[in-house]
């Protein structure tokens, strides 16, 4: 690959607008009003922001499926109203649909063949993709009876059939419970380790704080703030420390340190705390396979 292909940003959007007009009488709805962004090669970008913030409208210009009002998006370098931009894209959209009638396997075959993959390629690399999402047994198992994070899994792994340089997911774990929300995120981290460039969109902010590199928060389809997640999330004024088997007496030593600095501030002690979602998923990995014992 050349020095140029490694510099070109994998996404480009400059001053995107995008209205959508409304009927006879009515205003005209502002989706997106002059956002601009860059996502760089190998990083996971996420776009978060509450319901209606502009997030899926922008990702949507992105792929090429809306045309901007104003302002022009690139992959790669190649502008999004080209057709040959999305040759290395994988995209899962928040509700992906899949024939009820084909099992797994099936299912990314199809898909194979709309990517002019075939052949004993296109079957390993099907195998391949249901093991890496998890789907080996589900394989021969009809969609229809499928649960959400099965196929939002099959969504992924259908995303990838023609090995992109870039991933786009929209809302990939809405719906999702804890257990499959994990492994999804797990996938997604995967994808960061292979040089795989991510855009995901959320408004789940904790899983965006896991994955991404970098994000931006979208509000009223307006970029309010952008940066590294480490950098956002710092309190600059404050300092934590995390002390283990700390006594009593030790504890009180440090209160006075504090007191006596006179510009320091204790702010909070006591115990850290987990979240509901690591203590959920803690608690139904170490339950056992099975809870069915014969009767004594």
């Known amino acids: 690959m050349s020095d140029a292909a490694t510099t070109t940003p994998a996404v480009t959007v400059e001053n995107l607008s995008k209205v959508f007009k409304a009927g006879l009488g009515k205003k005209a709805f502002v989706a997106v009003h002059d956002l601009s962004l860059q996502v760089q090669p ?32 690139t992959i790669f370098g190649q502008s999004s109203t080209e057709v040959s931009s999305r040759c290395e894209v994988g995209f899962l959209p928040e509700n992906p649909y899949f024939y009820k009638h084909l099992n797994g396997l099936e299912t990314l075959l199809f898909y194979g063949r709309l990517c002019s993959m075939s052949g004993k390629a296109l079957k390993d690399r099907a195998r391949e993709l249901l093991a890496l ?24 792994a259908q995303a990838l059939l023609n090995r992109p340089r870039l991933v786009v997911l929209d809302e990939p774990t809405a719906g999702v419970d804890p ?3 994990r492994k999804i995120r797990d996938l997604v981290l995967g994808f960061k380790e292979q040089g795989i460039t991510v855009l995901v969109t959320s408004h789940l902010l904790e899983q965006m704080q896991e994955v991404c590199d970098r994000v931006g928060i979208m509000a009223h389809g307006k970029m309010m703030r952008e940066g590294r997640v480490d950098e956002l999330i710092a309190v600059e004024n404050q ?6 088997d700390a006594s009593p007496e030790l504890l009180a030593q440090i209160t006075q340190l504090v007191e006596k600095n006179g510009t320091a501030k204790l702010i909070s002690s006591g115990h ?21 014992t014969p009767a004594k």
């Open 239 to 244: 300092t934590e420390l995390l002390l283990s």
């Open 42 to 73: 190998g990083e996971v970008y996420g776009l978060i922001g509450p319901n209606g913030s502009g997030k899926s409208t922008t990702m949507k210009a992105i792929l090429g499926l809306l045309a901007p009002t104003r302002g022009k998006t």
């Open 179 to 181: 257990s499959g929300s």
């Open 133 to 156: 999402t998890d789907l080996e047994d589900a394989a021969t198992r009809r969609v229809s009876g499928y649960s959400k994070g099965m196929l939002q899994r099959l969504g992924l």
């Open 272 to 292: 850290p705390r987990t979240t509901l979602e690591r203590l959920f998923l803690e608690a139904t990995e170490e339950a056992p396979k099975s809870v069915n």
